[in-house]
């Protein structure tokens, strides 16, 4: 296991690449599944959730070769099991249903894992597929799924899921009839999915907006595609420039999925501006606390709360997060009180007042982005922090550690 070692207080400076979306390639890959040719995608991140995500495509008959950022997918025999040993170590695995319901009309898939940041249950997924036409049996741990056809149907999410929507959608692509998905997930990354599947062959609209309409066809066929920037990954380095009061030029940065970040980030006193696909960051004098509230896209993504409370740790005054998507994704905030930060926790709401320091301290990551809240307050901290259990890390950044040092962070890593 690997730890990060960071001297903290080193201003950022230079060029930094955002790496391709992990929440957008993981149900890309899995939809690759579907369709009969070769797919050829490009802009794939380097982690550990998509080489396992590779695992399982070759478990469920897939050839796959990983080159670069490129991956190469040719469909050979499919099979219709997930098996626990994968998907125990991430959530998205369980994408892999609806397509291998729309294909074979049956699927064995273990109960998913991932993050510990709270219950994020499948049973919308299982519902919306059974007005479909599968019928489900949970037993020892696996989803037992069957159908002789899916069939287009009316499906309304009470909440808008993103695995949900995701799942649906891939299964509606080579469904029969008409599905219409209403409160449908709105995040990019559903959008990201859509396009590939267009790509391929699928007739979808509204992809983006919360009605989203998917008129089924006999078969999808392969593609080339390349995989949309990660937003949360540029996100976390707009708050490491204004955390360490440098100034840094994100590269292939998806500025326009970023609307609420950038709104946030603006009213605390950081200097943003766009130009075309880089955007330049730097803190603009005293910082300011701010009030937020994690909502489903557009609003701001849960996805950002650690690294933005990270930020407003170091602000005049006080601010507010209050967190309505997870109810468990606050495990971050003792390990900041253990650098000097004053947060205060009151049910889902974080109460966060501004400290003139952080200091470095061993500290243990819980999950994927308090990994990089943790990161990101270590770089401004005074003295050395240690950052333990950063396989959280791997799963979402794409060589961080290398990229921090490229603009001027120490930072290093070392077996634990």
Same mark, same amino acid.
């Given at each position: 296991?690997?730890?990060?070692?960071?001297?903290?207080?080193?201003?950022?400076?230079?060029?930094? =690449?955002?790496?391709? +979306?992990?929440?957008?390639?993981?149900?890309?890959?899995?939809?690759?599944?579907?369709?009969?040719?070769?797919?050829?995608?490009?802009?794939?991140?380097?982690?550990?959730?998509?080489?396992?995500?590779?695992?399982?495509?070759?478990?469920?008959? *897939?050839?796959?070769?990983?080159?670069?950022?490129?991956?190469?997918?040719?469909?050979?025999?499919?099979?219709?099991?997930?098996?626990?040993?994968?998907?125990?170590?991430?959530?998205?695995?369980?994408?892999?249903?609806?397509?291998?319901?729309?294909?074979?009309?049956?699927? @064995?898939?273990?109960?998913?894992?991932? *993050?510990?940041?709270?219950? $994020?249950?499948?049973?919308?997924?299982?519902?919306?597929?059974?007005?479909?036409?599968?019928?489900? #049996?949970?037993?020892?741990?696996?989803?037992?799924?069957?159908?002789?056809?899916?069939?287009?149907?009316?499906?309304?999410?009470?909440?808008?899921?993103?695995?949900?929507?995701?799942?649906?959608?891939?299964?509606?692509?080579?469904?029969?009839?008409?599905?219409?998905?209403?409160?449908?997930? =709105?995040?990019?990354?559903?959008?990201?999915?859509?396009?590939?599947?267009?790509? *391929?062959?699928?007739?979808?609209?509204?992809?983006?907006?919360?009605?989203?309409?998917?008129?089924?066809?006999?078969?999808? @066929?392969? *593609?080339?595609?390349?995989?949309?920037?990660?937003?949360?990954?540029?996100?976390?380095?707009?708050?490491?420039?204004?955390?360490?009061?440098?100034?840094?030029?994100?590269?292939?940065?998806?500025?326009?999925?970023?609307?609420?970040?950038?709104?946030?980030?603006? #009213?605390?006193?950081?200097?943003?501006?766009?130009?075309?696909?880089?955007?330049?960051?730097? =803190?603009?004098?005293?910082?300011?606390?701010?009030?937020?509230?994690?909502?489903?896209?557009?609003?701001?993504?849960?996805?950002?709360?650690?690294?933005?409370?990270?930020?407003?740790?170091?602000?005049?005054?006080?601010?507010?997060?209050?967190?309505?998507?997870?109810?468990? $994704?606050?495990?971050?905030?003792?390990?900041?009180?253990?650098?000097? +930060?004053?947060? !205060?926790? !009151?049910?889902?709401?974080?109460?966060?007042?501004?400290?003139?320091?952080?200091?470095?301290?061993?500290?243990?990551?819980?999950?994927?982005?308090?990994?990089?809240?943790?990161?990101?307050?270590?770089?401004?901290?005074?003295?050395?922090?240690?950052?333990? =259990?950063?396989?959280?890390?791997?799963?979402?950044?794409?060589?961080?550690?290398? !990229?921090?040092?490229?603009?001027?962070?120490?930072?290093? $890593?070392? !077996?634990?």
């Amino acid at each position: 296991m690997d730890k990060l070692i960071i001297e903290g207080g080193n201003p950022l400076h230079g060029e930094i =690449r955002v790496s391709g +979306a992990k929440n957008a390639a993981l149900p890309i890959l899995l939809a690759c599944i579907l369709p009969e040719g070769p797919v050829n995608l490009s802009r794939v991140p380097r982690l550990r959730d998509i080489h396992t995500t590779l695992k399982l495509l070759d478990i469920l008959g *897939c050839e796959t070769s990983f080159e670069g950022n490129e991956v190469k997918s040719t469909v050979c025999n499919i099979q219709t099991e997930a098996p626990y040993d994968l998907v125990k170590t991430m959530r998205a695995s369980v994408l892999c249903l609806g397509p291998l319901l729309a294909l074979k009309g049956e699927a @064995k898939v273990a109960l998913p894992g991932g *993050c510990a940041i709270g219950a $994020r249950p499948v049973d919308l997924h299982l519902t919306a597929f059974e007005k479909m036409g599968a019928t489900f #049996e949970l037993d020892s741990g696996y989803i037992y799924g069957h159908c002789k056809k899916l069939k287009g149907a009316n499906i309304h999410f009470d909440f808008p899921t993103v695995g949900g929507t995701e799942n649906v959608l891939m299964a509606a692509s080579i469904a029969e009839g008409e599905t219409i998905i209403e409160n449908a997930a =709105r995040e990019p990354e559903v959008v990201d999915l859509a396009e590939f599947l267009i790509a *391929c062959g699928a007739r979808i609209t509204g992809h983006g907006t919360s009605i989203i309409r998917v008129e089924g066809v006999s078969s999808l @066929k392969g *593609c080339d595609y390349t995989v949309m920037p990660d937003r949360i990954e540029a996100g976390t380095y707009m708050v490491a420039a204004a955390l360490t009061d440098g100034e840094l030029e994100i590269l292939d940065c998806p500025f326009q999925e970023l609307d609420a970040v950038v709104y946030k980030l603006r #009213e605390m006193g950081v200097w943003i501006n766009e130009d075309n696909d880089r955007v330049i960051v730097r =803190r603009q004098g005293e910082l300011t606390g701010v009030d937020i509230t994690t909502q489903p896209f557009p609003g701001f993504p849960t996805d950002m709360q650690a690294q933005l409370m990270t930020l407003m740790c170091l602000a005049n005054g006080a601010g507010t997060i209050e967190e309505k998507i997870f109810e468990n $994704r606050f495990m971050h905030v003792q390990e900041l009180v253990r650098m000097g +930060a004053n947060i !205060k926790l !009151k049910g889902r709401t974080a109460m966060i007042r501004g400290v003139d320091k952080l200091t470095g301290a061993p500290v243990m990551a819980s999950d994927l982005r308090a990994s990089a809240s943790l990161v990101v307050a270590a770089l401004a901290a005074e003295g050395e922090t240690e950052v333990q =259990r950063i396989y959280h890390l791997d799963r979402g950044y794409e060589q961080l550690e290398k !990229k921090f040092s490229a603009v001027g962070a120490k930072i290093r $890593r070392e !077996k634990e």
